[in-house]
């Protein structure tokens, strides 16, 4: 006999029933597209649970009402010169690649921005805490945590403001759950997934807002793409939906390459016009092996074309960010009444600053004696970037003087459930401890200070194993999920 999942019924599973639910999960995967290249630029299935993770229906209705809450406060903070200026600064000045990225968001603040319509596609990222802070017990002066230890509530992990993965398969894996809940004669509680036509139909919005049928959606990408069919099925889903918008595929190397900016700062690409660039490249510093690349971001910036997101939302999801907007009366300067602050500080665990001074100082000593219980986290998108353990007192006390290119946030006590993950090379899979990671996602349409969309559009379940302190489905550390609600 396995391991109970008290999510699925008390009834116990069946070496059997694994069996032939991860067979069938792998047929469905090969059969609906759930594919991605792994590095020898073969196809397999991605990585999934064979189970639906258990999420509370109160903290995923939570997660879900927030997120509009966000999306306003990501545009708002976004169209603050001075107030993102000096909340970056010490940033800037120890991090390289946000100090780029501020370059250009600055020569767009000074040159004026040439569209005045913004589309972002968001996700914030949560675990279940089960325990309240943890390192305020050092710093209880400097937290913003208002988590009590005898609740749990939904934690943000991050705000992500460019290049969401997986929401093609997002959608895809609550459906395969379904069928496999089915096929077993299990209860099926696992919610409808709406990311992938909502993510289609941000974008064709910001076309049509564009106001030009000839021109196209150009998906900014990574020249060795590995989750290539993730986004495919993404451009698919715009095409079923309007077939007259026409979608391309372009490395930021190829727009320096094919790129050129008419007098009225329209774009084109290969003598295509750029009505929206949707970026699915530019988040990590290796998407810019050279000034070329820096070049063509800056060039799409300057444009007339829609971006998802502009340089300002993408600044938006640095960690320096998340760390500042936690400080006592931030939000409220930002949101429109108390009931929006409550739920977005709410969702904040312990967030402390390493700037120089008194309070980074403290911090910093609160952090060395307790790197058990903390995270230390760079200004990086794409799973794989934080530090724990005693590589942080490593890295703190090596490089003392560019500490401010980190923030240190409470280190989340996670809910942990039992489940299998299926991978390609898997044998034989067995019950292990994991940990899902529940991620909402947003739609925000603006023109100026005008917003013309802002709703939630729907969500992601990552799971890692808890023998991996950071997850990456395509590392192989976590696997897609899905949420069964109880």
């Known amino acids: 006999m396995m391991a109970r999942l008290p999510h699925i019924s008390d009834n116990e599973v069946t070496q059997d029933e694994v069996k032939y639910l991860e067979n069938e999960g792998k047929d469905y995967c090969m059969s609906h597209g759930m594919v991605y290249k792994d590095s020898k630029g073969e196809t397999q299935h991605i990585p999934f649970t064979l189970y639906p993770s258990p999420i509370p229906l109160k903290l995923f209705t939570d997660a879900k009402e927030v997120q509009t809450d966000f999306n306003l406060l990501v545009h708002k903070v976004s169209r ?5 200026k000096n909340a970056l600064l010490s940033t800037v000045a120890a991090d ?29 990222d ?36 460019i290049s969401l993965g997986g929401i093609s398969f997002s959608c895809l894996v609550p459906d395969m759950h379904r069928y496999l809940l089915h096929s077993m004669g299990r209860e099926n509680k696992v919610p409808p997934n709406p990311a992938l036509d909502e993510a289609a ?17 150009m998906f900014v990408v990574q020249p060795d793409e590995v989750n290539v069919y993730d986004q495919r099925l993404l451009e698919y889903r715009i095409h079923e939906r309007n077939n007259v918008v026409k979608v391309i595929r372009r490395s930021l190397n190829d727009i320096f390459k094919d790129g050129k900016m008419s007098n009225d700062k329209s774009i084109f690409v290969t003598g295509l016009e750029v009505g929206v660039a949707y970026f699915r490249a530019g988040y990590t510093p290796k998407d810019y092996p050279t000034d070329k690349e820096w070049s063509a971001r800056l060039t799409l910036e300057l444009s007339r074309c829609i971006k998802c997101p502009t340089v300002a939302h993408h600044l938006m999801g640095t960690k320096k960010i998340q760390q500042v907007l936690s400080d006592p009366g931030v939000l409220e300067r930002f949101l429109p009444d108390n009931e929006s602050v409550g739920r977005v500080r709410k969702t904040f665990t312990g967030l402390y600053t390493l700037d120089p001074g008194p309070k980074g100082d403290h911090n910093m000593e609160c952090c060395l004696q307790m790197v058990d219980k903390c995270v230390l986290k760079p200004q990086r998108e794409g799973g794989g970037n934080n530090i724990y353990g005693e590589d942080i007192r490593r890295t703190l006390l090596n490089n003392s003087e560019n500490r401010t290119q980190y923030i240190c946030m409470d280190r989340i006590s996670p809910q942990i459930t039992k489940n299998f993950i299926v991978r390609q090379e898997s044998t034989s899979i067995r019950p292990v401890d994991v940990i899902p990671e529940l991620g909402i996602m947003g739609i925000f349409i603006s023109r100026g200070d005008e917003v013309l969309v802002n709703k939630e559009g729907g969500y992601l379940v990552r799971t890692k194993t808890t023998e991996h302190p950071d997850g990456g489905v395509f590392a192989g550390r976590a696997a897609f999920d899905s949420p069964y609600m109880v």
């Open 80 to 84: 603050d010169y001075e107030f993102t």
């Open 96 to 124: 390289p690649f946000t100090s780029r990225l501020f370059d250009i968001y600055e020569k767009v603040w000074e040159q004026g921005n040439a569209q005045s319509i913004s589309l972002g596609i968001f996700r914030s």
């Open 126 to 161: 949560y675990l279940i805490d089960t325990t309240g802070g943890l390192l305020d017990q050092c710093c209880s002066c400097t937290s913003s945590s208002d988590a009590s230890a005898d609740s749990i509530y939904i934690k943000q992990v991050e705000m992500n403001t």
């Open 201 to 217: 139909g941000a974008l064709i919005r910001a076309w049509e807002l564009y106001g030009s049928d000839s021109a196209v959606i």
